[in-house]
């Protein structure tokens, strides 16, 4: 009996070391992989960090510091492919940044101008109805940055594309992405706006649909240049 009770004793003994060294197993496995995430993350390899970060049970101790890093993974990674010119993947990353993110500003301005490239390049290459509703999208992006070389880039789009109009209601359209253009009061913007009305003058005043608006556009931007 009393070699029963021993025999029992030591068996708890051991299965109860048993678990503790399972419990440092899992907290040393832990460690390792926060070690080697924060490692890959200094070394710009993102992807390589977020899985080694989500190896890390959400009731550990380093979860919240594994999440604070996982966390700031979308800006690096979109910020690293803006620089290298992938802008497809600069706007998947950028767009998965939260607005409460310190760097959020910087983010919204590199995802912005991704997205004009894009759409700069689906301009060239689309025709019709997508070309007209591109062409929307590319004013609204250089209007929301107030970048005069991507606000000038869009008049002279739009310039060309009057020159190609034969509707009038496409007509009336391009002339309010112009004046969508304008909001920025920027002078060298104003007087590229101006010659291209000017210069296509003529053709437009003999369309009775659209000459109201020609003029009055004429007129605004001579009086914000004044």
């Excluded at 979860?63 to 996982?70: R, S, T």
């Excluded at 706006?193 to 009055?216: G, S, T």
Aim: hydrophobic fraction near 40%; proline fraction near 3%; charge should be neutral.
């Amino acid at each position: 009996m009393r070699i029963q009770h021993i025999f029992l004793t030591l068996l708890v003994i051991s299965l109860l070391g048993g678990c503790g060294m399972l419990n440092f197993n899992s907290q040393s496995n832990e460690s390792v992989a926060f070690e080697q995430g924060l490692h890959a993350y200094e070394a710009d390899d993102y992807a390589l960090a977020a899985r080694k970060f989500r190896k890390i049970p959400t009731d550990s101790d380093l979860y919240p510091q594994a999440l604070k890093v996982i966390r700031k993974i979308p800006y690096k990674r979109g910020k690293q492919a803006y620089e290298q010119k992938d802008y497809e993947l600069a706007v998947r990353e950028l767009e998965k940044v939260n607005s409460d993110f310190p760097e959020y500003a910087e983010a919204q301005e590199m995802l912005l101008r991704s997205e004009y490239v894009l759409l700069h390049r689906r301009y060239q290459r689309s025709s019709g109805k997508e070309r007209m509703e591109t062409l929307g999208k590319l004013v609204e992006r250089s209007v929301k940055l107030a970048d005069s070389e991507l606000l000038i880039s869009s008049v002279n789009d739009i310039g060309e594309e009057l020159d190609a109009s034969r509707d009038p209601e496409q007509t009336k359209v391009l002339l309010g992405m112009m004046e969508q253009t304008l909001a920025s009061k920027d002078p060298v913007l104003m007087d590229r706006a101006l010659k291209h009305l000017l210069m296509r003058f003529d053709r437009l005043n003999n369309q009775a649909a659209v000459r109201p608006q020609m003029f009055q556009m004429i007129g605004s931007i001579k009086l914000a240049m004044m």
